[in-house]
């Protein structure tokens, strides 16, 4: 069986790489230290398909170094000692450069495993090259983050794309075989999302279909993609079509709709993390106060897949799903700081009545700052009828309860409250 078109052009040089000038462009910071041949610690961060891997690749390819490859997915603690182990016995016979160990997917390390890597890079026993495509600041524990340098890597450009695909077409011993006209390339460009890889995919998809000629339009791709279910775009259209179905489906009440969308992107790699933020706005924006348990659920949904991890992880996005789509729903939340913030951008920064403000010095006491402020909870029932809003506003409401039991209880607590007001 022949390698995949993206493997197969995966580029052996710096010359032949395609995209991220600002780093590998002439002059660069990373083809001056590859071309220097001594490279320090660092993490590459960016979106998927667009270079990490490869970029490590090319450095081993590049530099006269032992180079050492572990994938977070699948490695552990001790994977990393016998790497650092081996490092040190490299090391004992060169001591001019390094080994390199590249970790793919460095953010999916958990902390203890990350601290193991600590002392080796501190003392330069390995040089240490992460890719991930989440935000080092927040994965990646403090210690490792000041050790190493981040470069952060873009999703390649219409240009980028465009030249890649002349060189499938037009280099690859398979592709360069075949008679292969492309007419439009919008379609292409917009399903891959950026994403080197997913545009090679998809352009194997679609060639792979025609026994001879080829002919490549929009029209043809987008069927070609429709018709294989599988190809699930993680950056594209298709990407942010399937996140809307699924919180839709939740919205409408849907737990079977819910559930097939979940599992589309399960199945198509997308990032557990992102489909369970997902959840916690949906519980906060639909569900809202007609159930106020469902964020405690979506934010602990949230915690334990990190706990967890892949793919048990599923049965935790699941159960969250099929709770918020099956809740009673509510945005009465969502629409009154919608409105308030409406009113915020016409009316500017309106002053904070002088009975509601703090006074911690002695001028501000002497200017009345907080003066006649009424402590609720040295009244009946913990509750005193003030004013709370600027002047000009006073009378304004934001929040509107909707027809749920949840929200007509509060309505009917704020009514022996506020018995003008509600």
């Known amino acids: 069986m022949s390698q995949p078109l993206a493997e197969r052009l995966r580029p052996r040089s710096l010359d032949e790489y395609i995209g991220q000038k600002h780093l590998v462009g002439e002059g660069a910071v990373l083809r001056r230290m590859i071309e220097s041949g001594r490279v320090p610690s660092f993490l590459l961060w960016g979106p998927p398909g667009v270079g990490k891997t ?30 650092i182990d081996t490092a040190k016995k490299n090391t004992f016979f060169n001591t001019t450069k390094s080994p390199i160990l590249f970790i793919d997917e460095i953010h999916r390390f958990s902390k203890s495993q990350q601290d193991s890597l600590l002392g080796a890079v501190e003392t330069g026993v390995i040089t240490l090259i992460g890719a991930t495509t989440e935000n080092p600041s927040f994965e990646v524990i403090r210690p490792l983050l ?13 240009a980028d794309l465009l030249e890649l695909i002349q060189r499938a077409v037009t280099q690859d011993l398979i ?26 995919n998809i352009l194997d998809l679609v060639i792979s279909a025609d026994e001879g000629d080829t002919i490549i339009t929009d029209k043809i791709v987008t069927e070609r993609l429709q018709e294989n279910p599988a190809a699930y775009d993680k950056g594209g259209e298709m990407h942010y079509d399937i ?37 916690v706005i949906s519980a906060a924006e639909d569900v ?27 049965i935790i996005l699941a159960e969250t ?32 009545p002088l009975h509601l403000r703090n006074a911690p010095t002695k001028l501000m006491k002497e200017l009345d700052y907080g003066k006649e402020y009424k402590y609720a909870h040295d009244y009946k029932d913990n ?19 909707q027809a749920n ?18």
């Open 54 to 83: 490869t970029l490590a690749q090319i450095i081993a390819n590049t530099l006269d170094t032992p180079f050492y490859t572990l994938s977070a997915i699948n490695s552990g603690v001790k994977d990393v000692r016998e790497v």
């Open 146 to 158: 000041s050790r190493c340098q981040v470069y952060v890597l873009k999703s390649l450009d219409k």
């Open 175 to 200: 592709l360069k075989e075949k008679n292969i006209n492309i007419q439009e390339t919008d379609a292409l460009l917009k399903y891959s999302g950026g994403d080197a890889r997913k545009l090679l």
């Open 243 to 279: 996140i809307s179905a699924f919180i839709k489906s939740i919205r409408g009440s849907d737990p079977d709709a819910a559930i097939y969308w979940l599992a589309r992107m399960v199945a198509g790699g997308e990032d557990p993390k992102f489909i369970a933020r997902r959840l």
């Open 288 to 314: 809202g106060l007609a159930n106020p348990n469902a964020l405690l659920l979506a934010n602990a949904c949230f915690d334990a897949l990190q706990k967890i991890g892949w793919p048990e992880g599923r």
């Open 321 to 352: 799903t099929v709770y918020l789509a099956t809740s009673p729903k509510s945005n009465s939340a969502y629409l009154s700081i919608d409105k308030a913030l409406a009113l915020v951008e016409e009316s500017g920064n309106l002053p904070v």
């Open 383 to 401: 509750f005193i009828q003030q004013d709370y809003m600027p002047k000009e506003i006073k009378n304004t409401r934001f929040w509107e309860p």
């Open 405 to 422: 039991p949840a929200e007509s209880k509060i309505l009917e607590h704020l009514r022996k409250l506020w018995k003008n007001r509600y």
